[in-house]
Every structure is written in structure tokens, then in C-alpha cells.
């Protein structure tokens, strides 16, 4: 038995698909190169991985199998359909031009900002000098007409301060507001609106759903269906427990008990129905019923000598209808104090067509 806190992942162990490759399509998971034309080798891709896959099916990571048998038997009917095949190869390659654009837009280098020019400082207009009034030569010898009176020119050192004081009140307006715009910059940051790219989810490949309310057991290429332990729906106290051969389905003995199945019939036809089970040694008759859709049939069972003793018995079934079916399995006959340990149920086909359905 397995610890409860192991951590497995089928799909990274089993089919060699890492966690980084997922959400993954048909192809990865059947190990073919994308948009693989040749039916032929996709049929064989799926045939392998399914082989894989069923060698596990008897074992303490059985209850794995079916899900994956499910998904790779979905991934070869959709690629060996030519219409399936066709939309579904169009919606990945839709999305790949999707996934391209949006890599494409956030790749794009972003400029940095640029600071505005730094405006020359403002200086104050030069003083006019102070000239001196001029007299004006009239030819006479004695007489001059004064045009102007002398002004005394003030100290040199005035216009010369003005304008230092001038440039220093502009040179410090203008550190300021450097200093004020370099802090802002640090603190924004520079915010880029990249445009959304909506997408279709019905045209994303689907990726894999974690417990699935009902899992529908397929018919295999081969006809047979497997009806995994790990994927019935229980009730009336029958539960699933691991052995040292794999997983069982044990309590039958209360009142309702009952493990039940959905199985998609696609050849219809006669099958054997194949029970691996354990009675409790010493025990009188006992028997379980087994009903797929209309069809009912009583399946007497041996005592095996105990529980940790199993036999293998075969019962024949005529199942005429195509399509889905609930497949149910319950307690027919058990005697006080007796046990059922139910280990493997399987459908095989035996070749010949079933009566139709009245």
C-alpha cells in the first residue's frame, strides 16, 4: 500500500510529459509530432501508450490507469477522424498565433523617458552708462553753450553684482527643479499599457480535469472494457482498499450495497464477463447481480477458502444496444458472517451479434 503523502504523477512518470509541457495536446500525449498526418501512425502511437499504460493497471497504482486509458482512447478517435482532426488542428494552430502576438507585444522595448531641456536662466537687461553732459564748440573763443550737465558716475561695482545676483537666483531656480524631477522619476514608475489579447477558451486545446464528476468507461480497439476499481461510484458501505495485488472493493454484507459504472458500448454483441473475487473459506452459497442497462444476470460465486484466495470466473452476456449504459454491480445472495473481496471486473467480447433490444 502506497503512503497517503507520496506524491505521483502518472503523466510525468508513465508518458514523460513534465509539468512544464502542460496544458498538453492529443499529440503529446500520444508522443507524435504536431499535426501528424499519417493515420496509420497515430493509430500505432495510441496503441503503445495504451499498452503502457494497462501494464499498470494491476498494481498499487491502478487506480491511475483508467483515466488515462480514457484520454488517450478521446486523443486517437479525435485525430483519426478527418473532420475532428481538422478543427482541432486549426483551433491549436489559432492559438499558437495567439500565444506568438502576445510574446511578440511584450517583448517590444520599451524607450526610456526624456527629460525636458533645461532652460537658459533669465538675466536682467544692462544698465545704460552714465555719459557725461557735452559742450558744444560755437567758434567763439570765450563763449561755450552747455548742452548737458555732468552727472557723477556711481560706484563700478553695482552693475556687476547685479548681475552675478541675477545668475545665481537663476541657477538655483534651475538645480531645484532638476532635483525635483529626478526624484519624481524614482518614485513613478514608468507604467506601460500592453493590449489584451482575448482568446477563445473553446478554441484552447482542453487541458486535463482534476476529479471528474462521472468518468465513462471506453471500449477498447480490442472490444474489451475495463472497468476500473478506482472510478465506481460506491454506496451502501462497499468501499476501495489497497492490496498487495492492487486495489479491491470489500463490505458487501450491508444493505444497499452497491458499486457502480458508466461504460459507452460502441460493437455491440456477446461478452464474457470476467470477475476476480475472494468468500470467506466455509461459507454457504452466494451470489452477485450484475445489471448493464436492461440486461440482468446472476452471478453465482465459489468459495475460494478465504479472503487473501482468489478465482477467476466468467459469465456470458448479450449486450445488443450501442451507446452509454450504467453498469451495476450488488449482492445477490451472501449468508451471515460472509464476505466478498472483489478484485478485477472486465467485459470481453466473444464474437457474434446479440439479439436486438425489444
Known sequence: MQPPS???????????????ERPYDHYRLLGIPRFEPDPRR??????????????????PRGRYTQRLLNELAAAKVCLTSPE???AYDAALRKTDQRLSATSAVLAAPVPPPVAPPVAPPVLPPPLA?????IQIDTGEAEELVPVGELVEPGPWWRPVMGLVFAALVALAGVTCWAISTNLNRESSPVEVN?????????ETPSAPVSDPPVIVQLQEASGEIHLALTTAALSGGVELIETDAGPALQNWSAEGARSSWQIALVEPGFFQLELVYATTAGIEESSLLVAVGEQERRCTLRDTGGLDSFLTDTYTLALPKSGRHPFVLQPATLPAGGEIIVRS?????????????R
Open 6 to 20: 507520496e506524491t505521483f504523477d502518472p503523466y510525468d512518470q508513465w508518458l514523460g510529459i513534465a509539468p512544464s
Open 84 to 86: 475532428a482532426k481538422a
Open 129 to 133: 552708462p552714465q555719459l557725461p553732459a
Open 194 to 202: 500592453q493590449p489584451e489579447i482575448p482568446v477563445d477558451p473553446a
Open 345 to 357: 471486473v472486465r467485459l470481453v467480447p466473444v464474437g457474434g451479434s446479440a439479439p436486438a433490444a
Open 42 to 59: 497515430i493509430v500505432a502511437a495510441a496503441e503503445s501508450q495504451m499498452a503502457l499504460v494497462r501494464r499498470y493497471q494491476v498494481g
